[in-house]
């Protein structure tokens, strides 16, 4: 899962396997919530977003859970590939005063897909 | 179309200088993000620019400056460079203001400050 610390969350999983990410937010009124995909020497890339008023959405091979009660968010990769060897970040969309609002990311997790 | 484009991708500064990273959104795109990534600290929330106007700051002091020209074309600007600022400095940009929409980023541009 998401960690505030100096080094960076892994997970290891087997190709083919499910893939589980965690993160946890910190805002209870965040209203939107973005994973992003960021493989080495690139910028983060969007894989999902979910809104406040939905506890599931499913994409190609990837789900995203919110849980509200315990602020949580998870990403779910199904039949994970080597291709699928990145940073995984969680993004919250903060309110940062009237109508401003800013994504506010979490520290990532770093998934390896071993062969 | 062309996604976002950030130039130069890779620069060396010592400290006590100064410099410039500039960035090009993606067509029809209004809204440029900056943000700074290191691996001790992630993301970090730089600044936003919307139609020529900054909306948003986040947490950092003053020798850090944006902004945005007509084209929506933006720049961002580190003065007396600090070894602390070397990092990747990834731009994004989306149709609207943040908080509307998913962001798209380029490429980053690293510096690193001897």
């Known amino acids: 899962g998401e960690n505030v610390g100096l080094h960076l969350p892994t997970l290891s999983v087997q190709e083919g396997d499910n893939s589980i990410i965690n993160c946890a937010y910190s805002?209870?009124?965040?209203?939107?919530f973005i994973w992003y995909k960021q493989e080495s020497g690139k910028g983060p890339q969007f894989i999902i977003d979910?809104?406040?008023?939905?506890d599931k959405r499913q994409g190609q091979r990837v789900t995203v859970l919110l849980n509200k009660t315990v602020k949580h968010l998870s990403l779910q990769i199904a039949a994970t590939q080597p291709g699928d060897s990145a940073v995984y970040f969680c993004?919250?969309?903060?309110?940062?005063?009237?109508?401003?609002?800013?994504?506010?990311f979490g520290k990532g997790t770093l998934l390896t897909v071993n062969p | 179309k062309a996604g976002v484009t950030q130039t130069p991708r890779y620069l060396i500064k010592t400290r006590g200088q100064q410099v410039t990273l500039s960035c090009s959104p993606i067509?029809?795109?209004?809204?440029v993000s900056w943000y700074q990534q290191t691996p001790g600290q992630g993301l970090q929330f730089l600044f936003e620019?919307?139609?020529?106007?900054?909306?948003n700051k986040g947490n950092f002091p003053g020798r850090f400056s944006g902004r945005q020209f007509s084209n929506s074309r933006s720049e961002m600007n580190v003065s007396t460079l600090e070894l602390g600022d070397s990092a990747l400095y990834l731009c994004?940009?989306?149709?609207?203001?943040?908080?509307?929409?998913?962001?798209?980023f380029g490429e980053g541009s690293r510096l690193t400050v001897l």
């Open positions: 994004a940009s989306s149709l609207r203001e943040q908080g509307h929409g998913e962001l798209f």
């Open positions: 979910i809104r406040s008023n939905m």
């Open positions: 805002n209870s009124a965040s209203d939107y």
């Open positions: 067509s029809g795109h209004r809204s």
């Open positions: 620019y919307f139609s020529e106007t900054q909306r």
């Open positions: 993004a919250e969309n903060l309110n940062s005063g009237g109508s401003n609002y800013k994504l506010t």
